[in-house]
T-cell receptor, first 112, second 112 residues
Framework: QQQVKQSPQSLIVQKGGISIINCAYE??????FPWYQQFPGKGPALLIA?????SEKKEGRFTISFNKSAKQFSLHIMDSQPGDSATYFC???????????FGSGTQLTVLP | DADVTQTPRNRITKTGKRIMLECSQT?????MYWYRQDPGLGLRLIYY???????NKGEISDGYSVSRQAQAKFSLSLESAIPNQTALYFC???????????FGSGTQLSVL
């Protein structure tokens, strides 16, 4: 049972473009939504996270947009750079749960 | 030195063999996790431990066992490895106060 659905599976963007990765969830008890970034040969690392009391959170070129009614959240990478090429995972957790549920991942390639 | 260290980094074994993957951390975190990464499936939780005496099954625990030898050490065992256990395995740590997970660099396991 996949509780967090992530799309697309892969994404190719030109340098300077906007990368958008989408996630949808089913469990309305989820109240914490992080994004993790993974470079080849490395473990995932927390990139940015949001709680449902806000609709958007921005950190530098990275923005999370959150739509509670649609049960969707997305990661936007502005002015995408080749160094952003990585695998991105969305995740979700409820306050009563003891672990994160991850999406299936998106492999982003930013062309120079 | 890495805060979360996994050994070995790579391992090739044969069907039916017993294998242990080890994880140690210097972050002083009480929570430790084992995840498995497969292409297109994202990160799936195998086992997690919130302290030495607290061990819990994740969504895909069948065929695996764990041991929390100390606060800083959490090992994952495959009692009788099978080919569909070929995957990239990650150890992660965290705390109750901070929802951020810290991942090791992974162990690539191949079961022939």
């Amino acid at each position: 049972q996949q509780q967090v659905k992530q799309s697309p599976q892969s994404l190719i963007v030109q340098k300077g473009g906007i990368s958008i990765i989408n996630c949808a969830y089913e469990n309305t008890a989820f109240d914490y939504f992080p994004w993790y970034q993974q470079f080849p040969g490395k473990g995932p690392a927390l990139l940015i996270a949001i709680r449902p009391d806000v609709s958007e959170k921005k950190e530098g070129r990275f923005t999370i947009s959150f739509n509670k009614s649609a049960k969707q959240f997305s990661l936007h990478i502005m002015d995408s750079q080749p160094g952003d090429s990585a695998t991105y995972f969305c995740a979700a957790r409820s306050s009563s749960a003891r672990q994160l549920t991850f999406g299936s991942g998106t492999q982003l390639t930013v062309l120079p | 030195d890495a805060d979360v260290t996994q050994t070995p980094r790579n391992r090739i074994t044969k069907t039916g063999k017993r294998i242990m993957l080890e994880c140690s951390q210097t972050k002083g975190h009480d929570r430790m996790y084992w995840y498995r990464q497969d292409p297109g499936l994202g990160l799936r939780l195998i086992y997690y431990s919130f302290d030495v005496k607290d061990i819990n099954k994740g969504e895909i625990s069948d065929g695996y066992s764990v041991s929390r030898q100390a606060q800083a050490k959490f090992s994952l065992s495959l009692e009788s490895a099978i080919p569909n256990q070929t995957a990239l395995y990650f150890c992660a740590t965290g705390t109750m106060e901070n929802e951020k997970l810290f991942f090791g660099s992974g162990t690539q396991l191949s079961v022939l």
